[in-house]
């Protein structure tokens, strides 16, 4: 992409610094990055605009306004994405069973208005394929509403134009690269059974309240972040 597209993805990157401090700083941690809203059709448009044509942050100011609505669009067809992705799968170590599975939903009368959304489970385990991501997995939906591992604007700072000249920004490619990891949506199963909850509607928050620590006996234990790698919290399974 030509250095003029930079300079106005530059442009929308501090107009939406701005629309951040609008914003509650609970909800910052959700928000995608600076080349995903430049990404959306509608900033696109301006931003693709013939290089002869001038254009300012005025520009953009109509498409702010329009933003809540254009991220809550993008992150519904995010969740539609990764609901969809979820397997049926019986846990190792148990045998099948009738009740509905991660992913499975029961309609009829059978249905119960209790049973939560699947990507709320704690069984709802994924896998982030960015080869720039440290902390490749991801528990419910919570976990990839706030994942973010890609690099943005404001780390690119001055380097921006010699970073595009060898990495070309792709608006087909921008979104978060996700795929369902079977083998550890069943071994997070029997850790929630291990917790003494059900693995069938045991949820990510409902792990989190448990609070308990798993040791692996096979892993060595490394140190990492003031703890070992080997301890593993109920929040992350």
């Not at 509608?42 to 953009?60: E, H, M, N, P, W």
């Not at 991660?102 to 982030?128: M, Y």
């Not at 706030?146 to 690119?156: A, G, R």
């Amino acid at each position: 992409m030509k250095p003029i597209r930079s300079a106005r993805r530059a442009i929308v990157h501090t107009s939406y610094q701005e629309y951040k401090k609008t914003l509650m700083p609970s909800q910052w941690k959700y928000l995608p990055r600076t080349l995903d809203i430049c990404a959306l059709d509608l900033f696109a448009k301006v931003i693709d605009a013939k290089d002869d044509v001038t254009v300012t942050a005025a520009d953009f100011e109509d498409t702010f306004h329009q933003l809540p609505e254009l991220l809550t669009a993008s992150s519904d067809a995010l969740k539609l994405h990764a609901r969809s992705l979820i397997e049926i799968s019986t846990p190792l170590n148990q045998p099948a069973s009738s009740a509905p599975g991660p992913g499975q939903f029961v309609e009829g009368e059978a249905a119960s208005s209790a049973q939560p959304d699947a990507l709320d489970l704690a069984t709802a385990v994924f896998a982030c394929k960015e080869l720039s991501c440290g902390e490749p997995y991801l528990f419910g939906w919570d976990d990839i509403a706030q994942h973010h591992c890609k690099m943005d604007l404001d780390h690119l700072n001055e380097r921006l134009h010699y970073w595009e000249l060898y990495n070309p920004f792709d608006r087909a490619h921008h979104r978060l690269r996700i795929v369902f990891d079977s083998l550890r949506s069943r071994m997070a199963a029997i850790v929630v059974r291990a917790a003494g909850l059900d693995d069938k509607v045991a949820t990510v928050s409902d792990m989190d309240a448990t609070d308990l620590r798993f040791g692996c006996s096979v892993c060595s234990s490394v140190w990492r972040g003031g703890r070992r790698s080997s301890d593993i919290s109920g929040a992350i399974l």
